[in-house]
T-cell receptor, first 114, second 109 residues
Framework: DAGITQSPRYKITETGRQVTLMCHQT?????MFWYRQDLGHGLRLIYY???????DKGEVPDGYVVSRSKTENFPLTLESATRSQTSVYFC?????????????FGPGTRLTVT | GQNIDQPTEMTATEGAIVQINCTYQ??????LFWYQQHAGEAPTFLSY??LDGLEEKGRFSSFLSRSKGYSYLLLKELQMKDSASYLC??????????WGAGTKLIIKP
């Protein structure tokens, strides 16, 4: 399917467990992003990637790890989940370098840490 | 610091017009985006302004004043399906998006 997909869509895990959220896009967009969205806050950037093997921290990177070995995939790993990481996670991608292109969002992963 | 402000919630009547405001203070400016987000869904792109003035797209229009750090989204002929959150985001000097918390728009019959 064309577009940007995320898996799983829903996940419940326990405190201290490692969790990986997957993101896949078929447009060959250079940029990919991970956001979390919580009530009362706007979308907050966790990590982003400008190209394969290039990643950088966003506003709230602590407790998260990313990798980007292939252009189309951008997994997000919570190394040791905490209750404060309960949130909705959105992956996004965009084309272009140095231009303000629109971002396209995946459907989101709703993560609950118990 | 960087800051985007928009009202938390607004209510309007079906068929009416509503204006959602957004003010911003950011390090650099490379344009302002408006996104729509229905409950439980992903944000979807509505509009982009980088120059001052009004951009019209069907029932939706977006206005920008860079000197005032101000934008608004104007929705005309409101329909029930317009009930959603509207997110304002500014592209900063690094072309990263800084997001407002969103305005929840409730449409009443």
């Amino acid at each position: 399917d064309a577009g940007i997909t995320q898996s799983p869509r829903y996940k419940i895990t326990e405190t201290g467990r490692q969790v990986t959220l997957m993101c896949h896009q078929t447009w060959s967009h250079s940029y990919m992003f991970w956001y979390r969205q919580d009530l009362g806050h706007g979308l907050r950037l966790i990590y982003y990637s400008a190209a394969a093997d290039i990643t950088d921290k966003g506003e709230v990177p602590d407790g998260y790890v990313v990798s980007r070995s292939k252009t189309e995939n951008f997994p997000l790993t919570l190394e040791s989940a905490t209750r404060s990481q309960t949130s909705v996670y959105f992956c996004a991608s965009r084309d272009g370098t140095g231009e303000a292109y629109e971002q396209y969002f995946g459907p989101g992963t709703r993560l609950t840490v118990t | 610091g960087q800051n985007i402000d928009q009202p938390t919630e607004m209510t309007a009547t079906e068929g009416a017009i509503v204006q959602i405001n957004c003010t911003y203070q950011t390090s650099g400016f490379n344009g302002l985006f408006w996104y729509q987000q229905h409950a439980g869904e992903a944000p979807t792109f509505l509009s982009y302004n980088v120059l001052d003035g009004l951009e019209e797209k069907g029932r939706f229009s977006s206005f920008l004043s860079r000197s005032k750090g101000y934008s608004y989204l104007l929705l005309k002929e409101l329909q029930m399906k317009d009930s959603a959150s509207y997110l304002c985001a500014v592209s900063d000097s690094n072309y990263q998006l800084i997001w407002g918390a969103g305005t929840k728009l409730i449409i009443k019959p």
